[in-house]
């Protein structure tokens, strides 16, 4: 069915995207090879489903390889790019590898600068009767990020990441939003939103795009949108709608109509208007793939999330600790004011910044975004491979987080100390909320194991 295609080659194979693919390739029988510069939980998985990996980048890494596979990030004096080009062999992004495996399946691509992984989960959940191939860049509750499926449709978070989202064709495209990110390649977010616009417009006659009528950013190209479209949102005016919404706790209730007609109520069991949003994209797509909406509300209802997104970790002495890999300023806003919905207690935030573009990007906004958090601590920036910028810093951050009337903000910059910190200052009925791409999680981890050994 490949042709003469055997072996596959994937620099940057650890990462949330170029993982998931590797997931799939192996299904599909393909021999595949890797490296890293790291050990971690999801290079261990994948050489357990039988990848060969590398915990450095080598050149005689890429021996016997018919294509490689990278991801934007890698620099272009890898040196397994260079051996791959000087070897003449076929060279393609995670993204149009991707693409090309959707070719084989009716896909449904969820993007947007926020909500997409955690959507594109509960899409794949909504849609679980039809056994459909997904990738997803969060970890699903299994530890994995992609499965394979027996059905025709493929469900795949479509990252718009240094342009990768204009790689894909898909039959149903989803947008939750679009913010500002990624300003190291896009030049405004008026230029973001050009690219999502191409995206949807390349919708097939018998596809569909899914918008978010909430998001300011996608209400301003709707008119130019060319395709079938749905929207939904809180706003009425939408097509799919969420009513009498309710949240307590880690959960939410509200009532589905769309056009109309009252399909019923949906119990969510997860906190936030935000993630109220994301299951209506879910269930629009539902819909539009003719699942019935008992059957919808019923694989929603069992949801179990994505790993560090708005994760649980556990509760000792009446303090609750929460990971999420929120980021950006509306994802920041969104985990918090979720938190502040659905708990009636004092939120401490740990926040670490991740790239120092992006924290020189948008220090107006990140700025601005601490506003529900009743403590805000901050650390050093997690530099995802960057050089330092010059000016930009973690504790300038935090001075004018406070400058903009933050009230209570603690600059720890070491990691490692933040558990100490929060030993000293949190109380009993706060909730504890690590937020960050980095590696920030580990300390919510430790801050608990610390709070059950004094139990």
Known sequence: MFGKTRHIHIIGIGGAGLSGITEILLDLGFHVTGSDIRESYTTEHLRGRGATIHYEHAASHIQGADVIVISPA?????????????????????????????????????????????????????????????????????GSHARSGEGDVMVIEADEAYG????????????????????????????????????????????????????????????RVKKRYITYGLETSADLIAEGITVEGPTSRYRVRKNGHLYGEVHLKMPGRHNISNSLAAIAVGLELDIPFDRIRERLESFQGVHRRFEILGEANNIIVVDDYAHNPAKLKAALSGARAGYKRRIVAVFQPHRYQRVRDLADEFSRSFYQADVLIVTSIYSAGEAPIENVTAEKLAQSIQAHGHRNVLYVPDTDEVADVLMKITQSEDIVITLGAGDISKVGREFLSRLQAVN
């Open 74 to 142: 890698i620099p272009a004096d890898n040196p397994e790019l260079l051996a791959a080009e000087a070897e003449k062999i076929p060279i393609v992004r995670g993204a149009e590898m991707l693409n090309e495996i959707t070719r084989m399946r009716y896909s449904v691509a969820v993007s947007g600068t926020h909500g997409k992984t955690t959507t594109t989960a509960m899409t794949a959940t909504v849609l679980s009767s039809l056994d459909p191939t997904v990738v997803v860049g969060g970890k699903l509750m299994n």
């Open 164 to 223: 990768s989202i204009e790689m894909f064709y898909p039959t149903v495209a989803v947008v939750t939003s679009i913010d500002a990110d990624h300003l190291d390649y896009y030049n405004s977010v008026d230029e973001i939103g050009e690219t999502f616009l191409k995206f949807i417009n390349k919708v097939p006659f018998y596809g569909a795009a899914v918008l978010c009528l909430d998001a300011e950013n996608i209400q301003k190209f709707i008119p």
